[in-house]
């Protein structure tokens, strides 16, 4: 039961300044790396590198000054789900916009 | 609320009533499982508005496919140092924030006063530079509608900016859908800063309560679920300016 008490405490954790630092400097670092690497040239890749940069900063935002990675297993699932939904929709309509050869717009 | 009062019903009941904080509501079994439930309906909420915007996103991806020329020309047209700018100033006032959190989770006062202040002023710095960038193009005539100006993509050598990105003139007919991405730039940053001006309006409500000694009793749960949802802007932002500002700036 204690047991139980203490882990229900710990699961209600307290994130560090020393974190949230890491992280700022993390998110200014990969600011910094996306303007630069979108002055290269890089043609089809300029897109998708400053895409998977602004997902990782994103996920460092939603792991720890979310506190996701430090919240209960329901909200990961929510998290998790939502975004998994969010990427199937916009894939769907990705995959049916772009395989139709309408081309008359 | 963590100044509202336990109303107790009867004699006998007060017998059985347990000690816990004012502020845990009865339906719930402790205080831990409150701010469960709160922080998962808080995720709900921010789960619509990314369906929200997720539909701008999209409809932005199908029209720079379909109209990709206009796409890069017109994206040439914004400031990457603003948006560089206007980045660090939002990420850092998500710092001071998560910093607000916890000053309320260890009981600091003052911490957590300064900490609000700071993502309040951080808040307005930013709209501050939106509104520079809007001016811009506002002068240049790029807000879509009756005055809307081509010029800048038609005879590109006699604009700055596009001279700067060494863009070519654009046929006709694909100049003019440079109007589309703006009318996106325009619905995609200024809902954005709607969720900024809203943001910053509770903030100031938060300042005023905090200092009366709200917030850093143990009950945190209405500043950490206001922290859910300034992160969750400033997540926004750094997909609007890799989307905006960054993708095409080489083409």
Known sequence: MTDQKEMEAASHHVVSPKIYVIILLALILGTAATVWASFLELGPWNPVIALAIATGKAMLVVLFFMHVKYSSKLTKLTVFAGIFTLFTLIGMTLADYFSRAWGQW | ?251
């Open chain 2, 1 to 251: 609320m963590s100044d509202s009062t336990a109303i107790v019903h009867g004699a006998h009941e007060a017998d059985a009533h347990e000690e816990h904080p004012a502020y845990l509501r009865h339906h719930f079994e402790n205080v831990e499982q409150q701010a469960d439930a709160a922080g998962f309906a808080m995720w709900l909420f921010l789960l619509t508005e990314v369906m929200f915007f997720g539909g701008l996103f999209t409809a932005y991806l199908i029209y720079r496919n379909w109209y990709y020329p206009a796409f890069v020309a017109a994206s040439h047209q914004l400031s990457v140092v603003w948006g560089t700018t206007n980045t660090a100033v939002l990420i850092f006032s998500s710092f001071t924030m998560a910093m607000g959190v916890w000053c309320a989770e260890t009981r600091r006062r003052k911490g957590l006063i300064l900490s609000l202040c700071l993502t309040f002023l951080l808040g307005l710095v930013f709209l501050g530079i939106k509104t520079i960038e809007y001016g811009e193009k506002i002068e240049k005539h790029h807000v879509p509608g009756f005055h809307y100006n081509l010029s800048s993509f038609l005879d590109p050598d006699n604009d700055a900016a596009a001279k700067a990105a060494n863009d070519k003139p654009l046929p006709l007919d694909m100049a003019r859908h440079t109007e589309v991405y703006f009318s996106l730039y325009f619905a995609m940053t200024g809902m954005h800063a709607l969720h900024m001006i809203i943001g910053i309006a509770i903030l100031g409500y938060m300042i005023f309560r905090a200092r009366a000694g709200a917030y850093t009793t143990g009950h945190v749960t209405f500043v950490e679920n206001f922290g859910l949802y300034w992160h969750f802007v400033d997540i926004i932002w750094i997909y609007l300016f890799a989307l905006l500002y960054l993708i095409s700036r080489h083409q």
